[in-house]
């Protein structure tokens, strides 16, 4: 996203997300690498196209870093529920950050 090139794993991603906020710790000191991690992460969430309950769960999981079982018990959703939206929103950030085109939903 930012002007450097970098290419980011479904591993980093996914392991980014985790330590979501150990990043922003490190960014509001300013870290550089942590500014750059942090902004392609916020940029791509935003262009992701993620569903309302899909930028729920990662409002309060990464953003307010609950467990997936709190995220899960918030939202009214089992936790198996909340892992898979987790697991779709690290997709669609990693092929956002790796310049991939979601795919289109199917017209009906």
Not at 17 to 28: A, K, P, S
Not at 34 to 53: C, N, V
Not at 72 to 99: C, F, M, P, V, W
């Amino acid at each position: 996203m930012q002007g450097i090139e970098v290419e980011y794993s479904m591993k980093s991603v996914r392991n980014i997300l985790e330590n979501f906020f150990h990043f922003r710790t490190c960014m509001d000191k300013g870290n550089i690498d942590a500014i750059i991690i942090i902004t392609d992460i916020m940029e791509a969430s935003k262009k992701a196209k993620l569903t309302p309950r899909q930028k729920q769960v990662f409002y309060y999981r990464f953003m307010l870093e609950y467990t997936q079982k709190e995220t899960a018990d918030i939202l009214g959703i089992t936790q198996s529920t909340a892992l898979e939206h987790i697991e779709d929103i690290t997709i669609k950030i990693y092929r956002l950050l790796n310049g991939m085109e979601l795919r289109k939903p199917r017209s009906a």
